[in-house]
């Protein structure tokens, strides 16, 4: 997985310093390196343009890498919502879409995540693309939110799904290989979605809503 996402990365992906910066400065905060991969982010705004979306759900914010990759999809038509748990981490990611010259087109919820799709439900607000990259035990209740949030025809993705390539090799166990496991079978058999995953990156699911 390693030496085929490095040719990807090194064949498609063209050096970002605008990316460059945002993985400079979750590092100079102490985060965790764990952005989407150059190719899955490139991959989101091909997505997101694409599908012509300009409602766009993110669920984990880090610290704003992904949510660039969103909103270069819509340009200057869309908006993008943001649920992130850590008030911080929200912050950062506000800070670096701003800089990326996406001010006024981005929101953050902070807190719970589910609490945060239950508010929005309670609006009535609905999306037509959702990104998935938060804590991975509750993939599938974010799967289940997040389709109550959508339109007909929207794209759900969700990253990480191979679980560092665990989810094909029996008796090789991660920390989230059963979650990415059940989360895999249910979105691939879910009568709402038409569903694939990607081996980009950590693997990318990419679903479509049918109601």
């Given at each position: 997985m390693e030496k085929i996402n490095s040719y990807i990365n090194k064949v498609f992906v063209e050096q970002d310093e605008v990316l460059e910066g945002v993985l400079a400065a979750i590092n100079a905060n102490g985060m965790r390196p764990i952005s989407v991969s150059p190719a899955s982010g490139k991959l989101l705004t091909m997505l997101v343009a694409m599908t012509a979306s300009e409602r766009v759900l993110?669920?984990?914010?880090?610290?704003?890498?992904?949510?660039?990759c969103l909103?270069?999809?819509?340009?200057?038509?869309?908006?993008?919502?943001?649920?992130?748990?850590?008030?911080?981490?929200?912050?950062?990611?506000?800070?670096?879409?701003?800089?990326?010259?996406?001010?006024?087109?981005?929101?953050?919820?902070?807190?719970?995540?589910?609490?945060?799709l239950a508010q929005l439900k309670g609006q009535g607000r609905t999306f037509d693309f959702f990104f998935i990259d938060a804590d991975k035990e509750n993939y599938e209740n974010y799967l289940t939110a997040c389709l109550e949030l959508a339109e007909n025809g929207?794209?759900?993705?969700?990253?990480?799904?191979?679980?560092?390539?665990?989810?094909?090799?029996?008796?090789?166990?991660?920390?989230?290989?059963?979650?990415?496991?059940?989360?895999?079978?249910?979105?691939a058999r879910h009568p709402q979605l038409e569903s694939m995953l990607l081996p980009v990156g950590d693997g990318l699911l990419v679903a479509r809503v049918k109601k």
């Open positions: 993110e669920i984990g914010a880090l610290g704003g890498y992904s949510g660039i909103a270069r999809g819509f340009g200057a038509k869309g908006h993008l919502t943001s649920l992130e748990l850590e008030q911080d981490y929200a912050e950062l990611a506000n800070t670096q879409l701003v800089k990326a010259g996406f001010d006024g087109q981005v929101n953050y919820l902070t807190g719970p995540a589910l609490e945060s929207a794209l759900i993705v969700a990253d990480n799904v191979l679980a560092g390539g665990s989810v094909a090799h029996a008796g090789e166990e991660r920390q989230h290989t059963e979650a990415m496991k059940n989360f895999n079978e249910t979105a």
